[in-house]
């Protein structure tokens, strides 16, 4: 089973930031925290990965309270081509990846 | 730098059969794991592969299996198919643990898509 919770699904428009949040409440000590983006027909893609407090690339932010008991996906200035499902896992170093049915993010114009 | 690549891309089988699904991972990656991704579902763990042996397992019947070739490559084998094993089949690749900060990033191909008749 997956350990995380997620939304099903979020709509928004082009220009907007985009916040998903994930609860993990049995988050272990070991555990890291990273989310994947996946088109359709594609293999998921890897985002953003971190332990705690907050996680800056390129391409999205993830912020991770003190507690690690959820997280929440930034993605700022979302366009047409972000629509996509996201994934929120926890896993340690060596354990294979579980995935949950992850959040539908739909973009409009 | 090629990524994960599988083959075929696209197949078709009936009822019964068995199919081999190929997997080429990312350069100076070692791992390989499997999963199977059923329409509307997130992707579900088959197995994964390192030095040959597999290491990790998910809930999957014994008519999967899987192969590690010493050059890294993979292979998914499912027999006496059923119609619910019509799925994307995904290849992804990682370097081992401990050869990276955190948990193990993976590299995931485009997958197989396999329909079963």
């Known amino acids: 089973l997956a350990k995380t919770t997620q939304p099903i699904s979020m709509d928004s428009y082009e220009g907007q930031e985009v916040n998903i949040t994930c609860s993990h409440n049995?988050?272990?000590?070991?555990?890291?925290i990273t989310w994947y983006q996946q088109f359709p027909s594609q293999g998921p893609r890897f985002i953003i990965q971190g332990y705690k407090t907050k996680v800056t690339n390129e391409v999205a932010s993830l912020f991770i309270p003190a507690d690690r008991k959820s997280s929440t996906l930034s993605l700022p200035r979302v366009s047409l081509s972000d629509t996509a499902v996201y994934y929120c896992l926890v896993n340690q170093a060596g354990t294979a990846l579980i995935f949950g049915k992850g959040t539908t993010l739909s973009v409009s114009s | 730098d090629a990524g994960v690549t599988q083959s075929p891309t696209h197949l078709i089988k009936t009822r019964g059969q068995q199919v081999t699904l190929r997997c080429s991972p990312k350069?100076?990656?070692?791992?390989v794991s499997w999963y199977q991704q059923a329409l509307g579902q997130g992707p579900q763990f088959i197995f994964q592969y390192y030095e040959e042996e597999e290491r990790q397992r998910g809930n999957f019947p014994d008519r999967f299996s899987g192969h590690q070739f010493p050059n890294y490559s993979s292979e998914l084998n499912v027999n006496a198919l059923l119609l619910g094993d019509s799925a994307l089949y995904l290849c992804?690749?990682?370097?081992?643990?401990?050869?990276?900060?955190?948990?193990?990033?993976?590299?995931f191909g485009a997958g197989s898509r396999l329909t079963v008749l």
């Open positions: 992804a690749s990682s370097l081992p643990s401990g050869f990276t900060a955190g948990a193990n990033v993976l590299t």
């Open positions: 049995n988050i272990a000590t070991n555990d890291y």
């Open positions: 350069s100076g990656h070692d791992t």
